[in-house]
Structures are given as C-alpha cells and as structure tokens.
C-alpha cells in the first residue's frame, strides 16, 4: 500500500480558500490515480474529485464543481485540491486515495475502489 499524507487543512470563513496537499513518498505517485474525498462527523465518506495517472482525465461530484479544482504535480509526487468559495457545509475531513490502474486516463470517485488513504486534514469553514 501506498502512504499518503494529507495537509493544508484549517480553519478558514464563509467565502475564503484553501489548497489541500496529497504527498507520498518511496512510490513514484505518477503510477497511480488519486482522489480526494472528505467526511463529516456522521455522514458518509464522499468522493470530490479525480484525477488520472497522466492528468487528462477528471471527475468532480456534482456540489464541488465550479468551486474545487483537482491537480497533481507528478515531479514533487504531489496532488493538490484547492478549494474556493467555502461554505459552513464543507466543514470536514478531507482525505486522499490512491491506487494503480492499467488505463492512463481513468479515475473514479467511488471509495469502494481503494484501499490505501491518508489519515486526513481538517477542514472548517466558520465565521
């Protein structure tokens, strides 16, 4: 399995911005697809966005799009999410996963896919 390392997280108002990094280290994170998800206390893990081995492919759940934006530089084996325009209800864990995958430009949000994550950063969105 892969290790992750999430950070970036903290304590931001309404309306502000954050960048969330996914590092790993002794894998060369290019081989890999990555996603970022978040959970909020009593609520189920919810897959955000993707990204594809080689960045051409990605997907973002339908209440992040237009607001989160899903990188990776594969040189500094880094994936980024940033995040604009927070409201109270993106207050949660945000964690990122990995895994192989045969096909260059696949990627899914579906948690079930993968079993290496980080252990999260926290993300609150308050005034």
């Known amino acids: 399995q892969v290790q992750l390392v999430e950070s970036g997280g903290g304590l931001v108002q309404p309306g502000g911005s954050l960048r969330l990094s996914c590092t790993t280290s002794?894998?060369?994170?290019?081989?890999?697809?990555v996603t970022w998800f978040r959970q909020a206390p009593g609520k189920e893990r919810e897959g955000l966005a993707c990204?594809?081995?080689?960045?051409?492919?990605?997907q973002y759940t339908d209440s992040v799009k237009g607001r989160f934006t899903i990188s990776r530089d594969n040189a500094k084996n880094t994936a980024y999410l940033q995040i604009n325009s927070l409201k109270p209800e993106d207050t949660a864990v945000y964690l990122c996963?990995?895994?192989?995958?045969?096909?260059?430009?696949?990627?899914?949000?579906?948690?079930?896919?993968?079993?290496?994550w980080g252990q999260g950063t926290q993300v609150t969105v308050s005034s």
């Open positions: 990204i594809s081995r080689q960045p051409t492919t990605n």
């Open positions: 996963a990995a895994r192989t995958t045969y096909s260059d430009d696949f990627c899914t949000l579906n948690r079930w896919f993968f079993t290496s």
């Open positions: 002794g894998v060369n994170l290019a081989d890999y697809m």
